[in-house]
Every structure is written in structure tokens, then in C-alpha cells.
DNA sequence: AACATGCGAACGAACGATCGTTCACCGTGC
DNA sequence: GCACGGTGAACGATCGTTCGTTCGCATGTT
């Protein structure tokens, strides 16, 4: 998709259509222009976003669902599209409202499931008393998504290593261990 | 500046120029070109992170010093079109390696004097012991834009609130007290 | 079975607007 | 007469969108 290597406004929409394998006319047909187009890869990011969803309703251990679901959103924005993608979106998102809402509910939807899960963690005792169970979990998102950006930008391939960023998001989570 | 109100790629040299108060003939006499212009403003914003950068590095206690920097940051975040051109530049930056240079260069600055005011107070004793204070730091930092966005993108303007985030950093960088 | 009709998906030429950039020209001060 | 900073008309390219046209196919009529 040319988006990620172009961008939404330095892509045609000539490009759009013979890459998605239609008549320029006929995309017409399918979109009612090419905002349409961006919408509809927002809408689909909604998708891309269930698998985690439902990892973070796992009934088991808090800590430990935290901990996979740390290592798997991580490697999902480990790859540089997502975190394009995103920015894209971000971007327009900010004259567009419709696009601003679905990027809204699409991190809301994340932000809701680890928040929940945060709760239940401190219900069981698993986790430290945290007083914003939903702010902590917007902080660890945007910590992911910050590391993601920079590791995107940097031009020497740093990977992200789960190790450092667990120790850290475990330590801000749980009690001290005395 | 109409990068904010329309986005870089949708603002023509024209309208730079007309807002320049120059024409367009003579744009091209002062910038090699659209690109080198917002290469400025990303080297321009370096500027205007100055202010924190001498603030981070008061000598005084670094709990007080810390909380003063979340306060400023936060009001400078809260204007939207501080948000607004970070994620401009990085948008343009994931494909045009120069602008991603200083935009990293900008970050990496914030990030260093905020770690080494992180790793003073460690030593001080006034903060926990934080294993890896740069990415304390980036932590920190990472919160508070993605919070900024948010607030940026949402309809409604709910203007961020100060205390709440720095009840959040402080626990994540203090001892509990017990 | 053969033919006529209508529908709508698909197409791409064409449109006016605008893009980033260039450059021949102009006035001014020496 | 010369040098030069400033100017905007002009250029070719490309933009997003429209729309007249084609054509395969299902349906209806003899």
C-alpha cells in the first residue's frame, strides 16, 4: 500500500486504484472519494486491534496477561507500518473529525481493555493500589507507541527489547518487592 | 502559519510565501525549497524547547524541579499547535531522513537533560532507585505527548489536568511512602 | 431458441485547479 | 552601464473528480 511509502496526500489517486487493481472511474464507484479510502484503513485498524482485545480479557493472572500483552503489542508495532500508519491517520486526524474519531475509539477500545485489566489486577492484589487504572494504562500505551515512533525514525535498526521496558512497566505496576 | 491549519503538504509555496510577506520569487532566494522550509521550523523548535532544557537543570531539588518541568511542559502541550506540528514534522520525518535527524535531535535533547536530572535525583536520594533513568525518561515524556494528543483530538476540549499526571509520575519515581 | 431491452459495473479521457520550480525582466543605487 | 535583490508570469506535471461511454449479463418477449 502506498500510503506507508508515500503518504496520504503525496499519494494519487491513480496510484490508489491500480494498486487495489481498479479502473481510476471505477473507485469512484467503491468510495466516495479518497477520504473515503483513509476512512476505511482506520475502520480496518479497528480489526487489527482484536486480536489484543480479547488477549487482554484473559481470565488468568493479571501480571501475566500484562506481560504478553506487552511482548505482543510490542512486536506488532515493532513493525514500522503500524507505527506509519498511525501517524498517518493521527495526522489527517487532525482536520478531519470523522478520522479523529475512529482513531479515538480504536485507542480508546485498547485503552478501556487495559485498563480494565489493571483493575482487576489491583482487585486481586496482583498489582499495586493505582489510583487511575486508565491513566496508567494510557501511560503504558503511549510509552509503547513513543519507543515504537523513535525506533521507526532512528536510521540504525534498533530493535525494541521487551526486557527493559517490562522491568520498567512491572516495577510502576506492582508493589515493591521489600 | 498555515502548516497548522492545513498541514504541510497541503499548503502551497504560495500561501507560504504570502504569509512570509514575501514573494514567490524571492522564497526561492532565502529557501532552497518547500522542504527546506520546514526543515527550519523543526530546527526553529529546537529553540523554543531551550527554555525547558536551562529549567531541567536548576540545582535545586529535584522532586521540586521535576514537578515545576511537568507543569510548564504540560501548558506548552496544551497549545495545540505545539501537538499539531510535532506530529507534522514526524510524519514528514519517517521519510525524509534530515527532518528525522533533528526531530530525533530535539527529543534526545529533552530526553538527556530530563535522565540526568532523573539519575541526580537518585543519587540525592529523593527519587527511587530507577535502574535505567532514560527510559524513566522517555516514559515521562512519552505520557505527556500521547495525553496532548489526545487532548488535541478530542471534540470536546477537555483541558489536561495537571494533577493528576503528576500524582501518577510522582509515585512512578519516588519511594511509597510506607 | 432467438432476439430485444434494461441495468449497473467498469472504464479512462477530459476538466479545471493547483502543485513546486524556474527565469526573464524590472527598478534601484552605484 | 552595471550589478543585483525582488518579482510574478509561465512551465510541465499532477492533483481529485466527473461523466459519457462501453459492455457483460440477467430478464422479458416473441
Chains 1, 2 share one sequence.
Not at 85 to 111: C, G, H, T, Y
Not at 147 to 167: F, S, V
Request: with cysteine.
Amino acid at each position: 500500500m502506498s500510503f506507508l511509502e508515500k503518504g496520504y496526500h503525496q499519494t494519487g489517486v491513480r496510484d490508489i486504484a491500480k494498486r487495489a487493481g481498479v479502473s481510476l472511474g471505477n473507485l469512484y464507484n467503491h468510495f466516495s472519494g479518497k477520504h473515503a479510502v483513509l476512512a476505511e484503513i482506520a475502520a480496518l485498524e479497528r480489526e487489527e486491534l482484536q486480536p489484543f482485545l480479547s488477549y487482554l480479557r484473559n481470565d488468568v493472572a493479571p501480571l501475566e496477561v500484562l506481560e504478553g500483552f506487552v511482548r505482543n503489542y510490542l512486536i506488532h508495532l515493532s513493525a514500522p507500518e503500524n507505527v506509519i500508519l498511525s501517524l498517518e491517520i493521527a495526522s489527517e486526524a487532525v482536520r478531519k473529525p470523522d478520522i479523529a474519531k475512529m482513531f479515538l475509539e480504536n485507542q480508546n477500545a485498547l485503552l478501556d481493555a487495559l485498563a480494565s485489566l489493571l483493575t482487576r489486577g489491583v482487585k486481586e492484589g496482583c498489582f499495586r493500589s493505582l489510583p487511575d487504572t486508565r491513566g496508567a494504562a494510557s501511560l503504558i500505551l503511549d510509552a509503547m507507541e513513543g519507543k515504537a515512533l523513535r525506533a521507526t525514525l532512528q536510521t540504525d535498526k534498533t530493535t525494541i527489547g521487551h526486557a527493559e521496558l517490562w522491568d520498567f512497566i512491572k516495577n510502576a505496576v506492582t508493589n515493591p518487592p521489600d
